[in-house]
């Protein structure tokens, strides 16, 4: 059963390092959350690493502009790890091809910044549709749209066997209070239509093992057992982290509020129910992280 806990603090003692989410758990999409803020750097003042690990469909470089715009304390983390960075490196190895497909926003063009440490990458190019080997989907054109919409176009990509490269399986995210589609969607229509969808995020392996290499660079690499994943995606973080056999502590407050009937803390017997219905279940919960 998972145990309802109050604080990080009150768990923090037997791990040395956390992989946590971004979105839904230290921001929404606008600002940081200020408990969130003090949870981590008094998880690191005491000696511990935070690798920051989310489906954002960009390179970490991009990400840390993003957080610094956004007023996130540097003394929060330690490295982030991107499905995007697991993703671009698939595509400069040529999972998908060299003619190149894209699916997103403007600013998500950034997952085509050279990688430098691909050594031969190919030579990847963007081309229409009927041209192409292969998609890079970072996320529907408009957010806001029905993934639905995107039917014909896929149904076309499927026609021509076309393998698409998710960069991102979340799908939905949350921006202050307004629900967004993302790449996961997209990818999971077209996976149902019978394509062939390529993911690198979480709950996939590829962006955990970024995590690690991640941390070890940092000069430690402690056991899993040690490592504990924050998220509030039950099919993304909690799902991966169970994959992995690391311990989870799941942000009720997230995109589950409403199923798990979250103020300040989840109910305990909703929170019991959802966990059942998606028959995932992580080691610890709380409303908030702080």
């Not at 390092?17 to 408990?35: I, K, M, R, T």
């Amino acid at each position: 059963m998972t145990r309802i806990v109050e604080s990080l603090a009150e768990i923090a003692a037997p791990y040395d390092a956390l992989f946590c989410d971004l979105w839904g758990c230290v921001h929404d999409g606008h600002s940081p959350f200020p408990e969130a803020v003090a949870a981590l750097q008094a998880f690191r003042a005491a000696g511990k690493q935070v690798i920051l690990v989310t489906n954002a469909p960009r390179h970490r470089t991009s990400v840390e502009r993003q957080l610094a715009k956004m007023g996130l304390p540097t003394d929060t983390w330690d490295a982030i790890a991107t499905s995007g960075d697991a993703a671009r490196a698939a595509m400069f190895t040529g999972a998908v091809g060299e003619k190149i497909w894209f699916m997103g926003e403007p600013h998500d063009r950034s997952f085509f910044d050279p990688l430098k440490i691909i050594e031969n990458p190919v030579a990847v190019r963007e081309v229409p549709l009927e041209e192409a080997d292969g998609i890079v989907c970072c996320g529907p054109f408009d957010p806001m749209a029905d993934p639905t919409d995107l039917r014909p176009a896929l149904l076309l990509a499927k026609e021509k066997g076309l393998p698409l490269l998710c960069a991102n399986p979340d799908i939905v995210v949350d921006r202050g209070d307004t629900r967004e589609w993302c790449a996961g969607a997209v990818a999971a229509l077209y996976a149902g239509m019978g394509g062939e969808s390529l993911y690198f995020g979480k709950p996939h392996p590829p962006i955990y093992d970024l995590a690690r290499r991640r941390l070890a660079a940092l000069g430690t690499l402690p056991p899993d057992s040690r490592i504990l994943a924050v998220g509030d995606g039950i099919l993304t973080d909690i799902k991966g982290a169970l994959g992995e056999d690391i311990d989870s502590l799941f942000i009720t407050g997230g995109l589950a509020r409403e199923e798990t009937g979250t103020t300040r803390q989840p109910v305990a017997e909703k929170l019991d129910a959802y966990v059942s219905k998606e028959m995932i279940a992580p080691t610890y919960a709380i409303g908030y992280l702080r």
